[in-house]
């Protein structure tokens, strides 16, 4: 079997390609991303998925390669990433609170030997609950979000402030769409199951 490589620095991500039995390495993309405004969310997410994973090339070139990438997009129809902060990840959720918004999460494989790539994304829609500012504050420093788009954590304590999720695949929703993967993977001759 080639080699697989994932290039990410996400715990969440590493521990969903870990459910698919896969033997895979784990590298830092070499790539900064950037989130432009401009460009259509779907298509944001699939270039930055493409662009981690071809900045490892030079490093394997005979492997596959899978990158991933997510952002959201709030109710006023802003882009948003990772809030880094705690200030951030409260202000982020109180913008949130009590309306709907949609994750678009891109995903790759690409062949680094013959420099081809598949990209795709999936989206998935939560709607969180009406929540007070002291709610969201007790929220962000129990469950320290401020590494993931959206500032919370689904598969944690996140779970609490929603009131509707809906999706085809909620491992989109945590940053590594698997349903897509795995069909991406069997194109390339990776077997799941």
Do not use: W
Not at 146 to 153: E, L, Q, T
């Amino acid at each position: 079997m080639r080699t697989l490589v994932l290039s990410s620095t996400s715990p969440y991500r590493l521990q969903l390609l870990r459910q698919l039995g896969l033997s895979f390495h784990v590298a830092a993309p070499l790539y900064t991303e950037r989130i432009d405004q401009e460009v259509a969310p779907e298509l944001l997410v699939k270039h930055l998925a493409l662009n981690k994973a071809r900045s490892l090339r030079e490093h394997y070139p005979d492997a596959l390669i899978i990158g991933a990438d997510q952002v959201f997009v709030d109710a006023r129809g802003h882009i948003l990433g990772k809030a880094g902060t705690f200030e951030k990840a409260e202000e982020q959720l109180r913008a949130m609170a009590g309306r709907s918004h949609v994750f678009f999460s891109g995903v790759c494989v690409y062949d680094s030997a013959r420099d081809s790539a598949l990209t795709d994304y999936d989206t998935y829609a939560v709607t969180l609950k009406n929540l007070s500012a002291e709610q969201i504050h007790r929220y962000v420093r129990r469950d320290n979000p401020v590494d993931c788009a959206g500032s919370f954590k689904i598969e944690g304590l996140g779970i609490a402030l929603m009131e509707k999720m809906e999706g085809a695949d909620y491992t989109s929703l945590i940053g590594l769409p698997l349903i897509k993967l795995t069909d991406m993977l069997g194109r390339f001759g990776v077997e799941v199951l």
